[in-house]
C-alpha cells in the first residue's frame, strides 16, 4: 500500500513567520511532488511541484525535496492570515503510471 | 479560463437512487481523475482515465461504481444504488501526462448527500 503521510495538524503560526509543512512517503520509485492548498469548502490548487533533489522556490514558498528520506516539505515565508487552510502533500507514482495520491493534509492557522 | 466543470455542484439523494456525476476535464488534457473526499479518508483515487482509456480503478467500490469517459470532454462517475456511506464531495481532476510532471487541476467538486 503506497502511502503519503502528514501530521494532520492544526500546525498555528503568527503573522510573519515561517510555516513548515512536512510529509514522507513510502513508494521510493515516486517521481514528482506537489503541494496544494485547500480552503474550506473549496477545491485544491496546485501551489507547487518539485521533481529533483533539492530546493524550489517561488515567491514566499519553498518546496524542498529529499528522494533519500522520501521526504517533502513546503516553507512558507512572512505567513499571511490567507494562508491559513489545509495544504495537502501528493505524490505521482514511479512506475510508468501517472496515479496521484494525495496525504491527509496539515491545517494551517496564521494567526493576525 | 480554462478550468475543469463538474456537475451538479450539489446533490441530495434517497439511499438506492442511482447519481451520476459529471465532469468536463481542461480542453487538451489527457488524463481525468475521480477523487471522493471526506474527514475520515482524506482525498482518495478512485480512478483514473488516459486518452479516454481506464487505467486503473481500484480505488472504487466495483459492485456500485462505475465511471466511463465517454468521449474527451465528458467523464462520468455513476453510482447505483447509493448509500449513506457515499456522501461525500467528489472531485475531478485533469491533467496533461506524457512529460516530467503531471499537474492535476480539479473541478469545483460535487456534494454529494445519501439520506
Known amino acids: 500500500q503506497k502511502e503519503v503521510e502528514q501530521n494532520s495538524g492544526p500546525l498555528s503560526v503568527p503573522e510573519g513567520a515561517i510555516a513548515s509543512l512536512n510529509c514522507t512517503y513510502s513508494?521510493?520509485?515516486?517521481?514528482?511532488f506537489f503541494w496544494y492548498r485547500q480552503y474550506s469548502g473549496k477545491s485544491p490548487e496546485l501551489i507547487m511541484f518539485?521533481?529533483?533533489?533539492g530546493d524550489k522556490e517561488d515567491g514566499r514558498f519553498t518546496a524542498q525535496l529529499n528522494k533519500a528520506s522520501q521526504y517533502v516539505s513546503l516553507l512558507i515565508r512572512d505567513s499571511q492570515p490567507s494562508d491559513s487552510a489545509t495544504y495537502l502533500c501528493?505524490?505521482?507514482?514511479?512506475?510508468?503510471?501517472?496515479?496521484?495520491?494525495f496525504g491527509a493534509g496539515t491545517r494551517l492557522f496564521v494567526k493576525a | 479560463d480554462a478550468r475543469v466543470t463538474q456537475t451538479p455542484r450539489h446533490k441530495v439523494t434517497e439511499m438506492g437512487q442511482e447519481v451520476t456525476m459529471r465532469c468536463q476535464p481542461i480542453?487538451?488534457?489527457?488524463?481525468v481523475f475521480w477523487y471522493r473526499q471526506t474527514m475520515m479518508q482524506g482525498l482518495e483515487l478512485l480512478a483514473y482515465?488516459?486518452?479516454?482509456?481506464?487505467?486503473?480503478d481500484s480505488g472504487m467500490p466495483k459492485d456500485r461504481f462505475s465511471a466511463e469517459m465517454p468521449d474527451a470532454t465528458l467523464a462520468t462517475l455513476k453510482i447505483q444504488p447509493s448509500e449513506p456511506r457515499d456522501s461525500a464531495v467528489y472531485f475531478c481532476?485533469?491533467?496533461?501526462?506524457?512529460?516530467?510532471?503531471?499537474?492535476?487541476?480539479f473541478g469545483q467538486g460535487t456534494r454529494l448527500t445519501v439520506v
Open positions: 482515465f488516459r486518452n479516454r482509456a481506464p487505467l486503473d
Open positions: 513508494d521510493r520509485g515516486s517521481q514528482s
Open positions: 481532476a485533469s491533467g496533461l501526462t506524457g512529460g516530467r510532471v503531471t499537474e492535476a487541476f
Open positions: 501528493a505524490v505521482n507514482e514511479g512506475t510508468g503510471g501517472f496515479k496521484t495520491i
Open positions: 518539485i521533481y529533483s533533489n
Open positions: 480542453l487538451g488534457h489527457n488524463t
